[in-house]
């Protein structure tokens, strides 16, 4: 009997071992990728008010990155309906403005619609939580399993790109990408491929009647809704809603044709120019307290330069005075430099003071940096109150711009700390004619190339030196750059190139080449390459200092 448990045990064993390393191995050849194509949308599903396109998720390059895309089109006045998702969300918004509803659990309807003399609107006001409005270029981030809605209120359409990391760690489920609606009957799968295919049932010869009676119920079940709440009873849902049993079958759609995306026939009144006006006073308060912030630290550099400016000419001073003063006035020489030392001992203690002082903010700072980081909800931020979008497409929000090539923006932890959580960053990037983004590498992520507008080339190199991506690229299309492999970029000689990227990891390092030639010795570039000094000189120190390199009166070859 010992034996024969000892024998399972270590079949079991094995038999766990041989699939881990199975499944192991399937996610390493998954990364093999000899050859990276640029990617379309392959399904699309037309809705009353719009259109959702999505990438089929089985291609080699989206299942080596973990990640699926969607890109949704909403017509004016258009609403998509509330869903939620297993993975973590990040929304690029291509064109046109709109505004976002989230539902965060624990989190209090902090909104409530004003009292209207209407008698019947006395009796129960409207209350919900925070609506958030959006434009172009903004990047919004999207917690799992938090469910949220969208509304065009624009005059034209909205498309925005949403990126689903289907491997994070949040995700406790397979990759498979899940959208869960809340309401609606879906015409159509948005992820046709990864559906589950359930048997059909059988039913079983129990009588005229009771074959009757189970037909009628078969029937039923089919033309309910495919959200969430049509799993349910209607009467299930009627007590547990405190409803109508008529409410509730409205609440599952069971003829509803409009889809994912439905028609707000005279807007939704919510969405009025006094929301409009607080929100973008919101936004003017807030880039005033950066730029307030931003001359603040730079007139305290000033003041601190000047500072060491006076001292250092006040030291020169006095010791021009010793050496020019004869042996009879000795005495007060001595006195004058006694009281020069007691002065710069005095500033000193004061700069001391000034540098505890601003040793304790950074302690401080750090404290709540391991608060967030571990995830704990303390009262610098939660989740309630966290900012969940920010601009990158604006030209003052640039981190990196040359005026004759196009410019860089990121957006990662550091300037969005919501982030942090999600395991996600975006990079925009905008080429001018002939711009060229020299040779890089992510160090630390997957990045995922959309062309949002214009046209240019795009070059990949893997491990061994071979190129598996050179090609062009046009609006709409979809590359996926694994991590480590070089890349460079370069618009068209017609027209630029602008492009977002999205990456899988909330603090995305980059590399650059030129860079990492500067960082390097000059005798070891020299001997690693077989280069003379003038040769070497030439390549840490000449061109652009930047990644982003000046056009050639011609377009040149990557």
Same mark, same amino acid.
């Given at each position: 009997?010992?034996?024969?448990?000892?024998?399972?045990?270590?079949?079991?064993?094995?038999?766990?071992?041989?699939?881990?390393?199975?499944?192991?191995?399937?996610?390493?050849?998954?990364?093999?990728?000899?050859?990276?194509?640029?990617?379309?949308?392959?399904?699309?599903?037309?809705?009353?008010?719009?259109? @959702?396109?999505?990438?089929?998720?089985?291609?080699?390059?989206?299942?080596?990155?973990?990640?699926?895309?969607?890109?949704?089109?909403?017509?004016?006045?258009?609403?998509?309906?509330?869903?939620?998702?297993?993975?973590?969300?990040?929304?690029?918004?291509?064109?046109?403005?709109?505004?976002?509803?989230?539902? !965060?659990?624990?989190?209090?309807?902090?909104?409530?619609?004003?009292?209207?003399?209407?008698?019947?609107?006395?009796?129960? %006001?409207?209350?919900?939580?925070?609506? %958030? %409005?959006?434009?172009?270029?903004?990047?919004?981030?999207?917690?799992?399993?938090?469910?949220?809605?969208?509304?065009?209120?624009?005059?034209?359409?909205?498309?925005?790109?949403?990126?689903?990391?289907?491997?994070?760690?949040?995700?406790?489920?397979?990759? @498979?990408?899940?959208?869960?609606?809340?309401?609606?009957?879906?015409?159509?799968?948005?992820?046709?491929?990864?559906?589950?295919?359930?048997?059909?049932?059988?039913?079983?010869?129990?009588?005229?009647?009771?074959?009757?009676?189970?037909?009628?119920?078969?029937?039923?079940?089919?033309?309910?809704?495919? =959200?969430?709440?049509?799993?349910?009873?209607?009467?299930?849902?009627?007590?547990?809603?405190?409803?109508?049993?008529?409410?509730?079958?409205?609440?599952?759609?069971?003829?509803?044709?409009?889809?994912?995306?439905?028609?707000?026939?005279?807007?939704?009144?919510?969405?009025?120019?006094?929301?409009?006006?607080?929100?973008?006073?919101?936004?003017?308060?807030?880039?005033?307290?950066?730029?307030?912030?931003?001359?603040?630290?730079?007139?305290?550099?000033?003041?601190?330069?000047?500072?060491?400016?006076?001292?250092? %000419?006040?030291?020169?001073?006095?010791?021009?005075?010793?050496?020019?003063?004869?042996?009879?006035?000795?005495?007060?020489?001595?006195?004058?430099?006694?009281?020069?030392?007691?002065?710069?001992?005095?500033?000193?203690?004061?700069?001391?003071?000034?540098?505890?002082?601003?040793?304790?903010?950074?302690?401080?700072?750090?404290?709540?940096?391991?608060? =967030?980081?571990?995830?704990?909800?303390?009262?610098?931020? @939660?989740?309630?109150?966290?900012?969940?979008?920010?601009?990158?497409?604006?030209?003052?929000?640039?981190?990196?711009?040359?005026?004759?090539?196009?410019?860089?923006?990121?957006?990662?932890?550091?300037?969005?700390?919501?982030?942090?959580?999600?395991?996600?960053?975006?990079?925009? !990037?905008?080429?001018?004619?002939?711009?060229?983004?020299?040779?890089?590498?992510?160090?630390?992520?997957?990045?995922?190339?959309? !062309?949002?507008?214009?046209?240019?080339?795009?070059?990949?190199?893997?491990?061994?030196?071979?190129?598996?991506?050179?090609?062009?690229?046009?609006?709409?299309?979809?590359?996926? !750059?694994?991590?480590?492999?070089?890349?460079?970029?370069?618009?068209?000689?017609?027209?630029?190139?602008?492009?977002?990227?999205?990456?899988?990891?909330?603090?995305?390092?980059?590399?650059?080449?030129?860079?990492?030639?500067?960082?390097?010795?000059?005798?070891?570039?020299?001997?690693?390459?077989?280069?003379?000094?003038?040769?070497?000189?030439?390549?840490?120190?000449?061109?652009?200092?930047?990644?982003?390199?000046?056009?050639?009166?011609?377009?040149?070859?990557?």
């Amino acid at each position: 009997m010992a034996k024969h448990f000892l024998f399972s045990f270590c079949w079991l064993l094995f038999t766990t071992a041989c699939l881990a390393h199975h499944s192991e191995l399937d996610r390493f050849n998954k990364c093999q990728l000899d050859s990276i194509n640029a990617l379309e949308p392959d399904h699309r599903v037309e809705s009353e008010a719009g259109l @959702t396109e999505t990438w089929n998720p089985n291609h080699p390059e989206l299942q080596c990155a973990g990640v699926s895309l969607i890109r949704r089109t909403i017509d004016p006045n258009g609403l998509h309906l509330p869903s939620y998702s297993p993975s973590p969300q990040l929304i690029f918004i291509i064109q046109g403005k709109g505004v976002l509803g989230l539902a !965060v659990p624990g989190c209090p309807e902090t909104y409530e619609e004003p009292r209207s003399q209407s008698r019947q609107q006395q009796q129960q %006001r409207d209350s919900h939580q925070k609506i %958030r %409005r959006f434009s172009k270029g903004d990047v919004i981030a999207i917690p799992p399993g938090i469910p949220y809605w969208t509304y065009n209120y624009g005059d034209e359409p909205l498309v925005a790109i949403s990126l689903l990391d289907t491997s994070n760690t949040l995700n406790q489920l397979d990759s @498979t990408p899940r959208v869960f609606y809340l309401g609606g009957n879906l015409p159509e799968a948005e992820f046709p491929e990864t559906q589950e295919q359930h048997p059909q049932r059988h039913s079983s010869p129990i009588g005229r009647r009771g074959g009757q009676q189970q037909q009628e119920e078969e029937s039923e079940e089919q033309n309910k809704g495919k =959200s969430v709440l049509s799993g349910f009873s209607a009467e299930f849902l009627a007590h547990s809603l405190d409803t109508k049993e008529e409410t509730a079958k409205k609440l599952q759609s069971p003829r509803d044709q409009r889809g994912q995306i439905v028609k707000v026939e005279k807007g939704l009144h919510i969405i009025s120019s006094e929301l409009q006006e607080e929100e973008q006073q919101e936004e003017e308060e807030e880039e005033e307290r950066e730029q307030r912030h931003h001359k603040d630290s730079e007139r305290e550099d000033e003041d601190e330069d000047e500072k060491e400016e006076q001292e250092q %000419r006040q030291t020169k001073h006095s010791k021009k005075e010793e050496e020019d003063e004869d042996e009879p006035r000795s005495h007060e020489s001595r006195k004058w430099k006694k009281h020069t030392k007691e002065k710069k001992r005095e500033s000193h203690g004061r700069g001391g003071e000034k540098q505890e002082q601003e040793k304790k903010e950074e302690e401080e700072e750090e404290i709540q940096r391991q608060h =967030s980081k571990g995830g704990k909800n303390g009262l610098e931020e @939660t989740i309630c109150s966290s900012k969940i979008r920010e601009n990158i497409a604006r030209p003052s929000r640039a981190d990196l711009y040359n005026p004759r090539v196009g410019r860089i923006s990121t957006v990662n932890s550091l300037t969005l700390p919501i982030l942090r959580k999600l395991r996600l960053s975006a990079e925009y !990037v905008l080429l001018y004619r002939n711009g060229i983004y020299a040779p890089h590498w992510n160090n630390n992520a997957n990045s995922l190339l959309y !062309v949002i507008r214009g046209q240019g080339r795009v070059r990949i190199v893997n491990s061994q030196g071979n190129p598996v991506f050179d090609n062009k690229v046009r609006k709409g299309q979809l590359v996926v !750059v694994p991590q480590n492999f070089v890349v460079a970029q370069q618009a068209g000689n017609e027209e630029g190139l602008e492009y977002v990227v999205f990456k899988t990891n909330d603090r995305a390092a980059v590399s650059h080449v030129k860079q990492v030639f500067r960082a390097t010795p000059a005798e070891v570039l020299a001997n690693a390459f077989g280069l003379r000094k003038s040769e070497v000189a030439q390549i840490k120190y000449n061109g652009n200092r930047g990644p982003l390199i000046q056009p050639q009166s011609q377009p040149q070859s990557l």
